[in-house]
């Protein structure tokens, strides 16, 4: 007799939102801006580019509620606000990284699988 089929949207539902957080752009932007250790807003702002201050906002809350980033206002005037990766965030850098140099390395053959692809389909159409 067969096994059940596997739901496989039931058995990822676990790791679904937390897919979604790190496979986010900005999240792995922000990861890469804070590796070198705390940065201010205005820092990682620029240091991402294009992202907005609203974008940068809902990223940073949102990665400080998975415990990936830490908030830490200093008593100044005016306040300072300090972000930075915590011990969670810290261990996602290497498979971050990975991946990004993952893409580096296979850039060229994707670009190439790419046009063969248009170039098949275009033909097709």
């Known amino acids: 007799m067969l096994p059940e089929p596997v739901n496989l949207l039931e058995t990822c539902r676990p790791v679904r939102q937390i897919l979604a957080r790190i496979g986010d752009k900005w999240s792995v932007l922000i990861v890469m801006a804070l590796r070198g ?3 201010r807003f205005n820092e990682i702002k620029r240091d991402v580019g294009t992202i907005s201050q609203r974008m940068l906002t809902l990223t940073l809350k949102g990665m400080e509620r998975d415990g990936l980033v830490r908030r830490t206002v200093l008593p100044s ?4 606000v300090d972000y930075e990766l915590t011990r969670l965030g810290h261990s996602l850098r290497e498979p971050v990284e990975r991946l990004g140099q993952w893409a580096i390395d296979n ?9 063969a692809f248009d170039l098949r389909t275009d033909k097709a159409a």
């Open 37 to 39: 250790g705390p940065r």
């Open 77 to 80: 005037k005016p306040p300072r």
């Open 107 to 115: 850039e060229a053959e994707i670009v190439r699988a790419q046009m």
